[in-house]
């Protein structure tokens, strides 16, 4: 009887820590949330025209609503994850945020490939690729051919980092 309580004690035990996945998942989604709202309320005026544009942009309805909501769920979403309040709530409207961003931005243009030198934890090596974007877009548009090079995508200058 002794040998099938030890086991059973330790999955008691081990109840302890269920609160530890949950909380190593918030806080790695919180600046990931973070940054994508404030890339978009930085250059709000850009995201709603980015939103509207069919030719250019996503070409959603409503574009300032949308950009609004996108931007509100990102930040609110990102204040919530930290502190642990409303989770259920607030994963909601996150979800349809990142529903939609997948939709029209990532599914058809693929997942950001250069690395934003304003995110947090940004090393040496990524606060450098800004520098290097900088000439590369410089070289480019004096030399190359850059239209065709740029075409691509939804957006040639920064405007595809505004996802959530």
Same mark, same amino acid.
């Given at each position: 009887?002794?040998?099938?309580?030890?086991?059973?004690?330790?999955?008691?035990?081990?109840?302890?820590?269920? +609160?530890? /996945?949950?909380?190593?998942?918030?806080?790695?989604?919180?600046? @990931?949330? +973070?940054?994508?709202?404030?890339?978009?309320?930085?250059?709000? $005026?850009?995201?709603?025209? +980015?939103?509207?544009?069919? $030719?250019?942009?996503?070409?959603?309805?409503?574009? %300032?609503?949308?950009?609004? #909501?996108?931007? /509100?769920?990102? #930040?609110?979403?990102? @204040?919530?994850?930290?502190?642990?309040?409303?989770?259920?709530? @607030?994963?909601?409207? #996150?979800?349809?945020?990142?529903?939609?961003?997948?939709?029209? @931005?990532?599914?058809?243009?693929? +997942?950001?490939?250069? &690395? $934003?030198?304003?995110?947090?934890? /940004?090393? &040496?090596?990524?606060?450098?690729?800004?520098?290097?974007?900088?000439? &590369?877009?410089?070289?480019?548009?004096?030399?190359?051919?850059?239209? %065709?090079?740029?075409?691509?995508?939804?957006?040639? $200058?920064?405007?595809?980092?505004?996802?959530?």
């Amino acid at each position: 009887m002794q040998r099938h309580l030890l086991p059973q004690q330790l999955v008691n035990r081990s109840r302890l820590f269920d +609160w530890l /996945a949950p909380l190593a998942f918030r806080l790695y989604l919180v600046p @990931v949330f +973070w940054m994508a709202g404030i890339n978009k309320l930085h250059g709000f $005026d850009d995201t709603v025209a +980015w939103f509207g544009n069919s $030719d250019w942009g996503l070409g959603l309805p409503f574009p %300032w609503l949308m950009a609004f #909501l996108a931007t /509100a769920s990102e #930040l609110g979403g990102a @204040v919530l994850l930290l502190v642990g309040l409303g989770v259920r709530w @607030v994963s909601v409207p #996150l979800m349809v945020t990142m529903a939609v961003a997948i939709v029209t @931005v990532h599914w058809p243009n693929g +997942w950001q490939a250069i &690395a $934003d030198p304003s995110a947090p934890f /940004a090393n &040496a090596q990524v606060l450098a690729s800004a520098d290097k974007l900088a000439k &590369a877009r410089e070289l480019l548009q004096e030399h190359g051919h850059y239209d %065709w090079l740029t075409s691509s995508g939804g957006n040639s $200058d920064n405007k595809c980092n505004t996802h959530g």
